[in-house]
């Protein structure tokens, strides 16, 4: 009994996440290891840039790889088997890279592979 209640619990809690995530100014990712929270004033790909930005993508045929964990701000990228990409000047100057995961764009600190903006 005990067990069905935590469970019913937990499902909901992460039902909700989602849902109070979007009523902050901050991005929110479940990673491994917990919540991660990373401040959307990066120096990434500006919103009126993204549409651009994925037609680039297409154009380029960038590779798409594919991981067995979720893509979310805050997760990181195997060491092996993902190319990363310099952003061009065009897009704006940021020290992040780029590559394309399960199908999301993402934006990447290249020192950690950690994810820091998903392009949408």
Not at 36 to 51: L, S, T
Not at 88 to 106: E, M
């Amino acid at each position: 009994m005990w067990n069905r209640i935590l469970a019913i619990t937990a499902t909901v809690a992460a039902m909700s996440a989602p849902i109070a995530a979007q009523a902050q100014n901050d991005t929110v990712g479940i990673a491994r290891g917990g919540a991660v929270v990373i401040n959307e004033d990066i120096d990434g790909i500006a919103v009126d840039q993204r549409p651009a930005f994925r037609e680039y993508i297409v154009r380029e045929r960038v590779p798409n790889y594919a991981i067995p964990d979720r893509v979310v701000v805050g997760g990181v990228l195997p060491e092996a088997g993902v190319t990363y990409y310099d952003v061009p000047q065009t897009f704006g100057v940021t020290p992040y890279r780029y590559t394309v995961v399960n199908g999301q764009t993402v934006l990447i600190e290249p020192r950690t592979r950690r994810i820091v903006q998903v392009i949408e």
